[in-house]
């Protein structure tokens, strides 16, 4: 071989190395990988959103520019710039690199970001965006060298490890032993990546990061409230990471980040004495004094690097594909091993709720009984028991409950598990402590505890949640039965849609755009629905124009009337609009606290969801844009569905159709409906 190579011409060496590279796959640049994006404060005051051409956004520019400018030459992937020198008006911002990325990457991504998050929380003086390969932030209040863990990002994989206690066990060391490293990492990066087996075959991947300007300690403390949720959020999942705006962890079991950054030094090596000198002379007349041996390992190593890429790309291929096609089988035991984590026994429900109590009993609706209850954790529960005419077998079932497990936002009840015992099929939620909206809506001596303020970061609160459903979770779920009382509020009046994807929970038909059974609540179903069966994500957007005037009004719109001719809600909001006295409309409680614009603008949203033409209601996603501009221009309403209709009219349209209606009460659990669930890939 030595002499083989030896004769080969230095040019002719030189092509057949380059047609060797030839060979490997040229990957061209791609737009950074969104993960989450967070705008805290848009729904709170008009003082969180900027006008265009405002000195704010002349500032941002400016934010933007030097960011974008700089993120080529930070050496720790980290940088910070204040724009202007008067507040309100003053913009602070940061960028983060993942540790691991190469320069070129981070510059992609911070100029990528700058107008993504524009775009996506457009008006807002307070953004966080996340990417896999960077982080950019920015508000109007300073955010440097501060710990901040107000609000935060989970995502999960959709698939489980098999050996759920093992795995934990093992991710545990993982995560404690880079959480340590990053956080006292003498480079500067507060960066660190760590890997362990966790089967003879099976590898679990690390990577915990802070951003550099906080201190050892807080990004310990900020690590390890990222990693202390993994158990609630994401118990066995295959892989998972939190997001905080001061530090993110992650964790996979695949490796999707450059190993040779980021992980613990090896041990020292012992010092060996140098080798005795060769007698041997290598080299070869004729090839530049280059030896032989070194041209031969040249080309063997490019070989072996180039077959090695090859196989690596091939089994990254394979796997991927294997992953989502994983999602589409119907595997039964693959099915098993992912609900073993969600499933309880009944013993510890019925423990958990003393027998099905009726004292424990918190609701009651169309798909069963709803109860309080408490885990031998300790942890407060909301447990569904369903009624028994679903058609489902117990595989179906779980697989569906697993599937809407995985759903998870802020503004979305969680679902925590089932149980399936003979006929029982009991779903546990997660409880919701300041009970259902229409509680605090409907009653006279409760409406006063929901001023303006709050009542418009409800509705951003449940248009974001629907958003989610419709087109940002890997389900695309059609709800139907978007009601107040379906709208649960935490301790801090934050809105959490419930009710949501029941349809796949229960066995009913949601293939179909039509359907011959109407589920819902009359009231909040839009007009094609309730007279041909035909639902779609526009007729959730109906629904939510309808609570948006209720949240206006403080009334219901199936109990409204007026002698003046408007024989419901919509019709008497549309009467007042068409007069120009869209205010009057106002609930009187609110008379003190509301903004004028805000209101007048949330009226005039309402009326584009419930307008009779389909086609014409806004998507969620553009009901969510039009929430956080108070500058961009709407479109002239419609006239709503059903206005102008006889009540009599539409309740004989109604009982022509099969429906489950709603007896829930105004209780901290409201009671399943239906919902529509269509599996799309995301």
Known sequence: MDNLVAKIPRKTLFVYVISLLSFVPITKGADPTYSYIECPNTTLSTTSTYAPNSTYQT??????????????????????????????????????????????????????????????CPGSKRVTIWYDECLLRYSNVSIFAALDTSFWGILSNTQNVTNATLFNEVLGEVMDDIANRASSDDSGKKFATGQANYSPLQTVYGLAQCTPDISDSDC???????????????????????????CYVRYETYPFYNASVGAAPPPPSPVLPPPPPSTTSTSSPGNGGVSSQVIAAIVVSI???????????????????????????????????????????????????????????????????????????????????????????????????????????????????????????????????????DYFLFEPQEQVKLDWSRRFKIISGVARGMLYLHEDSRLRIIHRDLKASNILLDGDMNAKVSDFGMARIFGVDQTQASTSRVVGTFGYMSPEYVM???????????????????????????????????????????MLWREGMALDLIDPTLESSHSRNEVTRCIHIALLCVQDDRDARPSMATVVLMLNSPSADLSHPQQPGFCGRTTRTVSNTVQ????????SKSIPWSANEASSTELEAR
């Not at 690590?223 to 905080?244: K, M, W």
């Not at 058609?391 to 697993?402: D, L, S, Y």
């Open 220 to 246: 310990n403390t900020c690590l390890r409230n990222c990693i202390s949720t993994f158990p609630s959020c994401c118990d066995a999942n295959q892989g998972a990471r939190v997001l905080y705006p001061s």
């Open 656 to 663: 022509s159709l099969e429906s489950d209606q709603s007896t």
């Open 303 to 437: 070989g072996i690097a180039i077959m090695l890429f090859v196989a690596g790309f091939c089994f990254l291929t394979r796997r991927a594909k294997k992953k989502y096609n994983s999602v589409n089988e119907d595997n039964v035991e693959d099915d098993i091993s992912k609900v073993q984590s969600l499933q309880y026994d009944l013993g510890t429900i019925k423990a958990a709720t003393n027998n099905f109590s009726d004292d424990n009993k918190i609701g009651e609706g169309g798909f069963g009984r709803v109860y309080k209850g408490f885990l031998p954790d300790g942890q407060e529960v909301a447990v569904k028991r369903l009624s028994r005419t679903s058609g489902q077998g117990a595989i179906e079932f779980k697989n569906e409950v697993i599937l809407v497990a995985k759903l998870q936002h802020r503004n979305l009840v969680r679902l925590l598990g089932f149980c399936l015992a003979g006929e029982e099929k009991i779903l546990i939620y997660e409880f919701v402590p300041n009970k259902s909206l």
């Open 532 to 574: 041909h069966g035909q639902f779609s994500d526009k007729s959730d957007v109906f629904s939510f124009g309808v609570l948006v005037l209720e949240i206006i009004s403080g009334k219901k719109n199936n109990k409204f009337y007026r002698s003046d001719g408007a024989a419901d809600l919509l019709s008497y909001a549309w």
């Open 59 to 120: 500032n941002l520019n400016t934010l933007f520019s030097v960011l974008s400018s700089n993120s080529n030459n930070a050496s720790d992937g980290f940088y910070n710039f204040t724009a202007g020198t008067s507040p309100p008006d003053v913009a602070y911002g940061l960028f983060l690199c993942r540790g691991d990325v190469s320069a070129a990457v981070c510059r992609d991504c911070v100029v990528y970001a700058t107008g993504d998050a524009v775009q996506r």
